[in-house]
């Protein structure tokens, strides 16, 4: 049977020291699909992860994991998923051949079906030149590759990335983006955690925000994008008292008190612009210098992030 959803959860609660870290999360993961989940430190990403992953058990709410009940089957879940961390945890001693066939055997991979398996990898991630030099002689785009074929030796229906591209120059990182959308092409469904916001706006076809424990939006890139409005006007302001006036006018997405700046959503037409540069100069807080940009997803995030309630309720963005 087709699975139209990976991930499935309902009200998934985790509390440390009588605190809410996870409160009342509803997720659905499509299958095939790139899923990233966003979020400042503390915001409950590891431990979503980390309860997924059967690791941790949540306090309250429901969660399957390709067809699998959490709870009722932690071994199906487990046979389903796998896990690719910040850092490549290959044996650098080990030529890549060796590092997977290595995995092959713990997987309990027969021999015959051990080399087979890494002769497909290795083809299917671009190490084949590579197969009989030590690992430590990779470099670093390479390792993280070797890293995802050891990932996808039980062929799983979930896999979990965290941070995949960490110190890697912008020509590895592009390649193992296209190694990453590759898989979901070929119908594994992947839930990136990520703090660098271009990687889940390249890579993700759905985007979920995290904050205090709570997803806050929910979206493709572009659809959290509009929700700041066309055109995000920066604004610089050349004496502390206009800016502090300048804050207290408008509905700011951003503000940089040592730069002055101030950054406001419009719906990007002139009038809008116009509207909102009379309004500043009527309250005494004339702009030195304006931009208008499209809104980024690092804007976004500031928005939804940054000085939020914890009580705000989930802005639905479908």
């Not at 309902?10 to 809410?20: E, L, N």
């Not at 999360?25 to 431990?47: E, H």
């Not at 993700?204 to 979206?219: C, F, K, P, S, Y």
């Not at 210098?289 to 499209?294: I, Y």
Request: no cysteine; glycine share 10%.
């Amino acid at each position: 049977m087709y699975m139209l959803y990976t991930v499935i959860t309902h009200g998934v609660r985790k509390y440390f020291g009588g605190k809410p870290v996870l409160d009342g999360v509803d997720l659905t993961v499509p299958t095939g699909s790139i899923f990233a989940l966003l979020g400042p430190n503390g915001a409950g990403k590891t431990t979503l992860v980390r309860i997924l992953a059967t690791l941790v058990r949540p306090d309250a709410g429901t969660a399957t994991v390709a067809g699998h009940d959490l709870l009722a089957d932690p071994v199906g879940v487990r046979r389903s998923i796998s896990l690719t961390g910040q850092y490549a945890a290959v044996d650098d001693v080990l030529t890549g051949e060796e590092n997977l066939r290595m995995m092959a055997r713990l997987l309990h991979l027969s021999p015959r079906a051990a080399r087979a398996r890494t002769d497909e990898l290795l083809a299917e991630f671009g190490l084949e030149h590579a197969r009989h030099r030590r690992v430590k002689t990779y470099s670093g785009g390479m390792r993280r590759r070797l890293d995802l074929a050891v990932s996808m030796i039980g062929n799983p229906k979930l896999l979990f990335l965290d941070e995949p591209t960490t110190g890697l120059d912008p020509l590895s990182r592009e390649q193992l983006w296209g190694t990453v959308r590759g898989l979901a092409g070929a119908g594994v469904t992947v839930l990136l955690t990520t703090q660098y916001l271009e990687e889940a706006d390249q890579l993700a076809d759905t985007i979920a925000m995290l904050h205090q424990g709570r997803i806050v939006a929910e979206g493709t890139a572009g659809q959290l994008k509009s929700s700041l409005g066309g055109e995000v006007v920066r604004l610089h302001f050349a004496d502390p008292a206009g800016y502090r006036r300048a804050l207290a006018s408008v509905t700011a997405i951003r503000a940089d008190d040592r730069l002055r700046m101030v950054e406001v959503g419009t719906d990007g037409s002139a009038a809008a612009v116009h509207e909102l540069l009379g309004l500043l100069g009527a309250a005494g807080a004339a702009a030195a210098r304006v931009a208008v940009d499209r809104p980024s997803l690092d804007d976004v995030f500031r928005a939804l992030t940054e000085d939020r309630a914890p009580e705000k309720e989930k802005e639905s963005i479908r």
